[in-house]
């Protein structure tokens, strides 16, 4: 009977400390997916501040277009200008799925490009088409401390692009080309 009881209570105990360590997972998961969403409102509401301060500041972002990774001054540089060139544009959640320490996102984008587009790095700047667009972003955001310490996203950049009418680029008029 003695021997029953030990193996009652160590089963218990291991019951008791699964629950516990499945509640704090779920937890984190909660508070992970609750940060996405308020990096989507910071977004919608132009809050480059609230936005940024979502971010570790040691955060690694590695976005679409095969260019360097961003670091926190690189990403609030970005979005202050997506936040320029279309003062309008709003994220919509399609999905969210939380998992340990990371969230899996898939996002909407609208917006009209009413403002200039700073280019990064070498590339141009381009001037407002005042055209809508509408384009999805799907990723992944990796969480440590409440905080996003790196991030995939694949934002559909081409259809972006195409909507906004300047790809692909627009073919030379042959009669003003020269031999």
């Not at 480059?48 to 679409?64: E, F, L, M, Q, R």
């Amino acid at each position: 009977m003695k021997l029953f009881n030990v193996i009652l209570t160590v089963c218990l105990i291991l019951v008791a400390g699964l629950a516990i360590n499945s509640s704090n997972s779920y937890a984190g998961e909660d508070q992970n997916l609750t940060v996405v969403k308020n990096l989507v409102d910071a977004f919608n509401n132009k809050d480059i501040n609230a936005y940024t301060k979502i971010y570790s500041p040691d955060v690694k972002y590695h976005g679409s277009g095969g260019g360097d990774d961003l670091n926190l001054d690189q990403i609030k540089s970005f979005f202050s200008n997506v936040f320029k060139a279309y003062p309008n544009g709003k994220l919509t959640i399609e999905q969210l799925i939380a998992k340990d320490d990371e969230v899996v996102y898939r996002l909407m984008f609208n917006g009209k490009n009413t403002g200039t587009w700073m280019g990064m790095g070498d590339e141009p700047d381009m001037p407002a088409t005042d055209k809508m667009v509408s384009c999805r972003s799907i990723g992944i955001a990796k969480f440590k401390d409440g905080k996003i310490v790196e991030e995939w996203e694949n934002f559909d950049d081409l259809r972006m692009l195409k909507q906004l009418g300047v790809f692909p680029p627009p073919m030379p008029d042959a009669s003003k080309m020269s031999n």
